[in-house]
């Protein structure tokens, strides 16, 4: 295939993808996803689960391949800690997005990372200022980690929206590599205002509001793996936000997400996959009834 007909090919892709009229098949979604859940436990049915909290929100995917999924609402405020932290960190809430939370402790700044070399707080000459977390979460059970750090403290982000996709089964070690979402810190930094995003099975992914700013910008598209049967949703969470997961229990509030799990027709995906010069968009289709998704149940430092 030549550079001109590869480029016509995604052009045309690109165009199926973002219309409703081009024989495409969507089933939506709509589910509640609670602060405890914990996506590291993606495909496990029964508690306790390592770092505590409670099973993530799930949903079954249509089969098919070329599936794109997209969030059309998102809603609701979380707390990395609501219950037991000091009464001045109480009620630190956050959107989809995540938010920039503070806390300090006795143990500052003994345990914070604070190398070059490594994502870093707040330098020891700081240690007067209240700590911002930063996430740099290590894959755990099958599932991958996550990296978000921001060399400014405000842009700091915790408590966000995310997501994994799985085959069906519980995912198992070794857990695809770490995916950085960081703004230019750090290799292959992937920012959270990316346009579409690719992840491998059982790896983890920010999602947030599902638009490329906070509240504003264009609809994210979001890959779906080929042989993925299900999505979780859930938060990343742990001690400090770095490290394995941990400390879900004491997390407070909740997500209302809805989205769209778009699967171009059979006949539409052959076209595309074999056609580099040119192609026929069909018509508008029906758009299916929503799938009833499938939803399990939903630290002090």
């Not at 491998?200 to 920010?206: E, V």
């Not at 040119?278 to 430092?301: L, M, Q, T, Y």
Request: hydrophobic share 40%; glycine share 12%; with cysteine.
């Amino acid at each position: 295939m030549s550079s001109i007909q590869a480029n016509v090919s995604r052009i045309l892709i690109g165009m199926l993808l973002a219309s409703s009229c081009s024989g495409l098949i969507a089933e939506s979604f709509s589910l509640s996803v609670d602060s405890k859940a914990n996506l590291y436990a993606a495909g496990q049915t029964q508690t306790p689960l390592v770092g505590g909290g409670t099973l993530p929100s799930s949903v079954v995917l249509p089969p098919g391949n070329g599936r794109v999924l997209s969030l059309t609402s998102v809603s609701g405020t979380v707390s990395y800690n609501d219950v037991d932290a000091p009464p001045i960190y109480l009620g630190q809430y956050n959107g989809p997005d995540g938010g920039a939370v503070n806390f300090q402790d006795a143990n500052w700044p003994n345990n914070y990372l604070t190398t070059s070399g490594t994502p870093g707080l707040l330098p020891s000459s700081a240690a007067g200022a209240a700590t911002t977390f930063y996430m740099d979460m290590a894959s755990a059970g099958g599932v991958s980690g996550m990296l978000l750090y921001e060399s400014v403290a405000a842009a700091r982000r915790v408590m966000f929206l995310s997501g994994v996709f799985t085959s069906g089964s519980v995912p198992q070690s070794p857990a695809p590599s770490i995916l950085n979402f960081s703004s230019s810190f750090g290799s292959n930094p992937l920012s959270t205002s990316f346009t579409q995003l690719s992840p491998l099975l059982n790896q983890s992914f920010f999602i947030g509001d599902g638009l490329t700013g906070t509240g504003t910008g264009a609809t994210q598209s979001f890959f779906v793996p080929n042989g993925a049967t299900h999505l979780y949703l859930g938060i990343v969470d742990g001690s400090y936000f770095v490290g394995a997961p941990d400390y879900y229990d004491n997390n407070s509030g909740s997500f209302s997400v809805q989205g769209v799990v778009a699967v171009p027709e059979p006949a539409t995906w052959f076209a595309l996959a074999t056609a580099a010069g040119a192609a026929i968009i069909p018509g508008c289709r029906r758009w299916r009834r929503a799938r009833d998704p499938v939803r399990s149940p939903s630290r002090f430092w």
